[in-house]
């Protein structure tokens, strides 16, 4: 099963954007929403987890959700097909609407090209 890695904060390296500035805050509201898009997409809870340690790298077997302030200042990740732009206030109010049609439109574009 393919791993979605939830990344709205980024705790080491250069690089170390934040959704509210408080580790304990965003750590909280990121796994709220793991926990809400594993719920909406039926998936086990430990399929949807969030990456505080990502270092700007994509693994072709995974599903990168990414808020779409990082993405802001790292363009160069925008073309990669696995790479879903998740709206800032989304993360920080725990919506996956948007993030679960984006998935169910990319997963049922993959599973057609296969």
Known sequence: MTEIKVIGDILSGKFQPTLTGNRIVDAALIDHFCHNLAVALG????????????????DSGQIYLIDDQILAVTDHLRG????IAVAHKDLLRGQV????????????????AN
Do not use: F
């Open 43 to 58: 998936l086990p809870l430990a399929t949807v987890h969030a990456e505080h340690n990502w270092d700007l790298t994509t």
């Open 80 to 83: 990669n097909g696995n790479v």
């Open 97 to 112: 609407s948007a993030t679960q049609q984006e998935l169910a439109n990319r997963l049922s574009l993959h599973s057609t």
